[in-house]
């Protein structure tokens, strides 16, 4: 079974969209390779930076709990 032919919205050239791959399915895998990599930067944090997420991220939670279940009295 052939996969669909598809068009680049970036470049125009014409592709075959394959299962797995990486990007938008309207794009062309030169197009597509440039955001794969920026989306991996996210990843790599060191310690401090992941302390400091968790201690927002707990001190959110906790103002959004206190706003909840706050009593109006």
């Known amino acids: 079974m052939p996969f ?3 068009t680049c919205v970036v470049c125009g050239e014409e592709f075959e969209l394959r299962p797995g791959k990486p990007g938008f ?7 597509s390779e440039p955001e794969a990599e920026e989306s ?17 991220n707990a001190e959110r939670r ?6 909840l279940y706050r009593k109006d009295s």
Request: aromatic share 0%.
């Open 4 to 6: 669909p032919v598809k």
């Open 62 to 67: 906790r103002v959004i709990r206190d706003m």
């Open 25 to 31: 399915a309207n794009r062309c895998p030169k197009c």
């Open 40 to 56: 991996g930067a996210e990843g790599h944090k060191d310690e401090t930076e992941r302390r400091n997420e968790s201690e927002i």
